[in-house]
């Protein structure tokens, strides 16, 4: 038996998330159907997490495992690549691992990282890749509450309703906000995330911004653990995984 990782690009915009669903199409699914094709084999194809419907990609890592050693990595990687070329998704590498390597499991930090446009002129070469937020934020407060955001505590607040994890407690190690020009980059790094939880981080940071919210009532609505004090979650657009590391 072989075990083998592949690192992934995609634009989320027109799948229904990584995650094989019986409502539309997947990229897990677009992948497994193209590595079953070349291995002339059924392998089951496993992601380092599950980004939701409308989320890109530029450093998903999979893994997947066969019978038979792939001969040449470069030339399996341009086989996938062909017969997922009418998608949006794009292979990058094909790396050969060790039997007990887990894209999910065996990660120790994952980094994701969310782009605002902040302008009043609509959105052209980034609609549906970046969120665009006409009303000018505050970037010096935002960078406030960001580091807030840092540290290990119970992130209930962020949790979608839907949430499976056992526990809400989790251990943010980077919060970063910088601006260029009227992009505006925000970078968080943790082991492993809520679900929805960058989204709704960044939809209260984007209310502290707007001066929605004072950096006060920021602070009680992380401490209070309700996820009623959430602002409403930022747009799967602006969101990209962007590294997971081993």
């Known amino acids: ?81 062909f017969f997922i070329s009418k998608y949006s998704i794009s292979v990058l590498k094909t790396v050969k691992k060790p039997l007990n390597f887990h894209a999910r499991h065996s990660a120790v930090k994952r980094t994701y990282k969310y782009y605002i446009i902040n302008r009043k002129s609509p959105l052209s070469l980034d609609k549906n890749r970046a969120w665009h937020v006409k009303k000018k934020l505050d970037i010096k407060l935002m960078q406030q509450g960001a580091k807030l955001l840092k ?37 968080f790094t943790s082991k492993s995330f809520l679900q929805q939880q960058v989204r709704s981080m960044v939809g209260c940071l984007k209310y502290l911004g707007e001066n929605k919210w004072s950096l006060k009532y920021f602070k009680n609505s992380l401490i209070s653990k309700k996820r009623s004090m959430c602002a409403p979650p930022a747009p799967a657009c602006g969101l990209y995984l962007y590294k997971v590391n081993y």
């Open 151 to 187: 540290g290990t505590r119970d992130f209930s607040t962020f949790r979608s309703s839907s949430c499976g994890a056992k526990s809400p407690i989790k251990t943010i190690e980077i919060v970063r906000i910088k601006k260029i020009s009227k992009k505006i980059e925000i970078t």
């Open 1 to 81: 038996m072989y075990n083998y990782q592949i690192l992934v690009e995609y634009d989320g915009t027109k799948f229904v998330g990584w995650q094989i669903q019986k409502n539309g199409l997947s990229i897990q699914e677009i992948l497994q159907k193209a590595i079953r094709k070349i291995t002339k084999s059924k392998p089951s194809i496993f992601g380092s997490g599950r980004t939701d419907a409308g989320v890109h990609s530029v450093g998903q890592s999979a893994h997947f495992k066969i019978k038979n050693r792939i001969k040449n990595l470069k030339n399996f990687t341009k086989s996938i690549n």
